[in-house]
């Protein structure tokens, strides 16, 4: 099993902030890293797949990067809609997902 | 645009199995490449990728779920459904059924259902 380990676990951010969460995988995975974004009592919605391509309707001010090993999903400028849980998951084998990071004013 | 949608029981008995259905609109389960998975998620957790099958209707399943997981498509009504066995307290979680493009290495989940919550409890 591939296990994803995120940090940090949670982090406290005002609007403006730029924002950086880091993806660490227990073997390297390529660039098959997807991030996804998820607001209490929703499904998660997918910000970034293959570490870097944005997906459809996803605002530039997300980007990602990394490969092999280690990953990071940066925020350029936070909006307050970006309060919420981000979640990586690899797809290099079957799929599992880091813990969360929970970014919070 | 397409949508899925989760349903089935709120409540399960222990040893018991816990069974969802995902109905999919907006397209057919049976056209395009794609596969159908689902991942469920206890309260305050992380989420789990419990399991998919494809279009052609061959499956694959995490390994830790793999002895007590049946997915199956059922095309003439356009949804795919989860069977998990002799569930515990420890299968109390929000299920969701979601979408990945395939075949290929690169795969996300690009369409999700709302989630439906499944309690194990006698």
């Known amino acids: 099993d591939i296990q994803m380990t995120q940090s940090p676990s949670s982090l406290s951010a005002s609007v403006g902030d730029r924002v950086t969460i880091t993806c660490r995988a227990s073997q390297s995975i390529d660039s098959y890293l997807n991030w996804y974004q998820q607001k209490p009592g929703k499904a998660p919605k997918l910000l970034i797949y293959?570490?870097?391509t944005l997906h459809i309707g996803v605002p530039s001010r997300f980007s990602g990067s990394g490969s092999g090993t280690d990953f990071t999903l940066t925020i350029s400028s936070l909006q307050p809609e970006d309060f919420a849980t981000y979640f990586c998951?690899?797809?290099?084998?079957?799929?599992?997902f880091g813990g969360g990071t929970k970014v919070e004013i | 645009q397409v949508q899925l949608q989760e349903s089935g029981p709120g409540l399960v008995k222990p040893s018991q199995t816990l069974s969802l259905t995902c109905t999919v609109s907006g397209g057919s389960i049976s056209s395009g490449r794609y596969y159908w998975s689902w991942i469920r998620q206890p309260a305050g957790k992380g989420l789990e990728w419990i399991g998919r099958?494809?279009?052609?209707?061959?499956?694959n399943y995490n390994p830790s779920l793999r002895s007590r997981v049946t997915i199956s498509l059922d095309t003439s009504k356009n949804h795919f459904s989860l069977k998990l066995s002799s569930v515990t307290a420890a299968d109390t979680a929000v299920y969701y059924c979601?979408?990945?493009?395939?075949?290929?290495?690169?795969?996300?989940?690009?369409?999700w259902g709302q989630g439906t919550l499944v309690a194990v409890s006698s």
């Open positions: 293959a570490a870097s």
């Open positions: 998951q690899q797809s290099y084998n079957n799929f599992s």
């Open positions: 979601a979408r990945s493009p395939g075949p290929g290495m690169v795969r996300f989940f690009d369409f």
């Open positions: 099958i494809y279009t052609s209707g061959s499956t």
